[in-house]
């Protein structure tokens, strides 16, 4: 049996996450963040939550607060091209629109990046992309774990994790590290910027990016804040950009200022 988590335990474990990593677990959450960690309690004898966040605490490699955030974060974007559909999208018709309008360059916010798999996907397909050929691309990676950025900068993946991949890709790009692992090419890296960043302390960003991709993290956050939210983004994007979501996750209409594309896809109106 999965020991219960106290109301205190809650809030030391909301208080934890909030600090280190920009995260408030909603209270209806509860439950959810006990059925998540009570298995860890359970298979490394851990007697108490209490006891679980001295051990995170105590950790300063930051691995144990890393493996914290993936537990109680989707397991499914630890892939290159996870929810391919979406990756699909900016490439038949997000590049195709910005190649209408004459456009010359492509800035693309990966936020809540974590060890990097969507940020490469991105660049993969701009640089695969005979439309941006020429083009001045750049994306920016954020996420609020240094140690998670340091494994993103470092490249290197487990062949389950490019399971997705075709093998002209995975030659293209991956170089063989180990005998189940592979690194990413330097080409890649050239084009991706990896940066500390709390979404509850955002910089000014003021209609810059073309694509913004946030998905799987809103949904950690209460409604007022995923209300703030959406308007930042909403004003960190051009006229006509574009809000990519986590494919389960919807944009309330109280939060909505964007026009509704598709399903998790979402674009902010033209001037």
Same mark, same amino acid.
């Given at each position: ?10 809030l030391r474990l909301n208080r934890l996450l909030l600090e280190r990593? =920009? @995260?408030?677990?909603?209270? $209806?959450? *509860? &439950?959810?963040?006990?059925?998540? %960690?009570?298995?860890?309690?359970? /298979? !490394? +004898? ?108 470092? =490249? @290197?993946?487990?062949?389950? $994790?490019? *399971? &997705?991949?075709?093998?002209?890709? %995975?030659?293209?790009?991956?170089? /063989? !590290? +180990? ?36 998905r799987n993290v809103m949904i950690y956050y209460d409604r007022g ?31 909505v200022r964007f026009q509704y594309v598709r399903s998790s896809i ?6």
């Open positions: 049996m999965l020991p219960q988590i106290t109301e205190d335990e809650f990593c =920009g @995260i408030r677990i909603p209270p $209806e959450k *509860k &439950l959810f963040l006990q059925a998540k %960690l009570g298995k860890v309690l359970y /298979r !490394e +004898g851990i007697s108490s939550y209490s006891e679980y966040c001295d051990r995170i605490l105590a950790d300063k490699s930051g691995k144990e607060l890393l493996q914290l955030l993936d537990l109680i974060t989707a397991p499914d974007l630890h892939q290159f091209f996870s929810e391919p559909q979406q990756f699909a999208f900016l490439s038949q018709q997000i590049l195709t629109e910005l190649n209408k309008k004459g456009a010359n360059s492509v800035y693309i916010w990966s936020v809540g990046c974590a060890t990097g798999e969507e940020a490469y996907s991105i660049a993969i397909i701009l640089d695969g992309s005979k439309v941006t050929e020429g083009w001045r691309k750049k994306i920016l990676a954020t996420d609020v774990s240094p140690y998670a950025l340091n494994k993103a900068r470092e =490249g @290197i993946y487990p062949a389950e $994790e490019l *399971k &997705l991949l075709s093998p002209s890709i %995975l030659a293209h790009y991956f170089e /063989r !590290e +180990g005998e189940d692992t592979y690194r990413i090419k330097g080409t890649l890296k050239e084009i991706i910027e990896f940066r500390k960043l709390s979404l509850l302390s955002p910089p000014p960003f003021h209609e810059c990016f073309d694509v913004i991709f946030c804040v995923r209300k703030d939210l959406t308007s930042y983004f909403h004003g960190c994007l051009k006229p006509g950009g574009y809000l990519i979501i986590g494919p389960s996750e919807t944009l309330a209409e109280s939060e979402y674009r902010k109106a033209s001037q």
